[in-house]
């Protein structure tokens, strides 16, 4: 319950000494009316009580750090959500006798805090750059910090039962920290820093405090389930095998003769998932488990479903409210390509639509991805011998052949000895023309594919409205 200051109680007396005043002069005129007025001095009384005690409070900024970290000796549950909530300090006592109350069971501690690899939190802070405050804690800071709490985690709480530290991947508004069942937040004002921000304190007790309530209730339950653990963007490396891979392709239609001779020389049609025996089954190597495709983003790992869903949404927004479909191409089979043991249809990007959601991807989606196949077995871009750029891609877009260097293209046989190279593209030639096919193609739809199993499948088709 919120303690009155003075100057409440003052306003509560004189409040109070007023309406005796009024309740003791009406009485004296009209006193068979006297439990009327009786009603009204209880009633008002009970309205100033619950005004002055129940309402929210704002509290100046300095102030909360030193008050959270007094509630946080006795309290026994603590949800702490914003970018980098710079009144902890993981290398202060206090921060470190708050993890021994956590290591002793007494206390359940919940952290979520901005991934600060996301492109929306670096939006975040390249907005308070052009603010009116010099921001003390900027990227760099908000990764030593990340890093410094999660090693007095590893360091003082053995078992982590009790508590989790966790990253989202959006630009917040609002932070939030729920003590028990007490609940401060304060908002991220557009280019003004947090620091400046002042928390207002909630009671869930007043009709206003239980709707003000049951918004930050529902807030910390998305924010909850649409984070992930810290050590899964940390060391992604070391979680790899858990993650979830992706990639974004262009796949043709399934009643087109181009894709059937593609998926029957593959041996697997991603579209209706069966597989039949190729013809040339020998040298199709890695192409199988991908099916008949064109790349646009890589084969991708992300750390959740929150940012599988996000990419899903981003795709449908993109395809919905800006240019990119259909995609006109024209291809030709090509040996020794796109390495020297490959055969595959390279492709001509007429218009310049695949060229341009190409470019948009790269940043919108290879950003949000924590490593690739590249990333984990670099000898696997092995198309150039330009392995410095290869490497700072890789680093940056976890791709190596992107931007300058994408050759856009439909893979078919990938396991080829350069000494049946000729024999084997001249049977693939001659059976492409029997079929009578266009060197054209028009793409009507982009597909999001994941990994299930050993194969690929299509997780989802975006096509353009009529």
């Known amino acids: 319950m919120q303690k009155l200051t003075l100057k409440n109680v003052a306003l509560v007396v004189s ?53 959270f970290f007094s509630m946080a000796q006795k309290a026994k549950d603590i949800k702490l959500i914003g970018i980098g909530l710079g009144f902890i300090d993981p290398n202060k006592d206090e921060f470190k006798k708050l993890l021994r109350r956590v ?12 991934n600060p690899y996301s492109c929306a939190t670096e939006l975040r802070l390249i907005e308070e750059e052009t603010g009116p405050d010099f921001p003390a804690i900027k990227r760099d800071g908000l990764i030593q910090r990340l890093h410094a709490i999660m090693s007095k985690a590893r360091e003082i709480i053995k078992n982590e039962d009790n508590f989790c ?13 729920i003590i028990d069942n007490t609940y401060y937040f304060y908002p991220y004002g557009y280019t003004i820093l947090g620091t400046r921000s002042p928390f207002t304190r909630i009671k869930p007790w007043s009709s206003e405090g239980r709707r003000v309530k049951e918004y930050l209730d529902e807030q910390y339950e998305i924010i909850r389930k649409n984070s992930v653990s810290a050590e899964k963007i ?7 095998a858990t993650n979830y891979q992706y990639a974004v392709y262009l796949i043709p239609d399934d009643r087109s003769e181009f894709y059937r001779f593609g998926s029957d020389i593959i041996g697997y049609d991603i579209r209706s998932k069966e597989k039949n025996t190729s013809s040339v089954q020998q040298y199709v190597g890695p192409a199988f488990e991908f099916g008949f495709h064109l790349t646009v983003t890589d084969a991708l790992f992300f750390s959740d479903e929150a940012i599988i869903k996000l990419i899903d949404e981003e795709l449908e927004f993109l395809v919905r409210y800006h240019d990119f479909l259909p995609i006109e191409l024209s291809f030709k089979l090509e040996k ?6 490959s055969i595959a249809f390279r492709c001509q990007d007429l ?6 959601l190409h470019h948009e991807l790269v940043f919108r989606i290879n950003k949000k991805a924590v490593g690739s196949n590249y990333s984990i077995h670099p000898a696997l871009a092995d198309r150039d011998q330009n392995k410095e750029r290869n490497q700072l891609m890789i680093r940056k877009y976890q791709a190596p052949y992107i931007l300058k260097s994408f050759v856009p293209h439909f893979s078919l046989l990938s396991s080829i000895d350069s000494r049946e190279m000729d024999n084997v593209y001249v049977s693939l030639e001659k059976e492409f023309i029997r079929r009578g096919i266009e060197q054209k193609i028009e793409i009507n739809t982009i597909a999001l594919v994941k990994k299930s199993g050993a194969e690929w499948i299509i997780e989802n088709e975006y096509r353009a409205p009529a």
């Open 15 to 67: 409040l109070i000494s007023g309406i005796l005043s009024i309740y003791s002069t009406i009485s004296e005129q009209f006193l068979s009316e006297r439990w009327i007025f009786v009603l009204i001095f209880i009633i008002a009384f009970i309205y100033i009580f619950a005004y002055v005690t129940f309402s929210s409070e704002w509290l100046v900024r300095k102030d909360f750090g030193s008050r």
């Open 103 to 114: 290591a002793s069971g007494k206390l359940n501690f919940e952290l979520y805090l901005a």
């Open 165 to 177: 530290l966790k990253l989202f991947h959006y630009y917040p508004s609002i932070a939030l920290a």
């Open 234 to 240: 940390i060391k992604a490396d070391n979680n790899i």
């Open 336 to 341: 020794s390509f796109p390495n020297n043991n």
């Open 351 to 356: 218009d310049g639509h695949l060229e341009a």
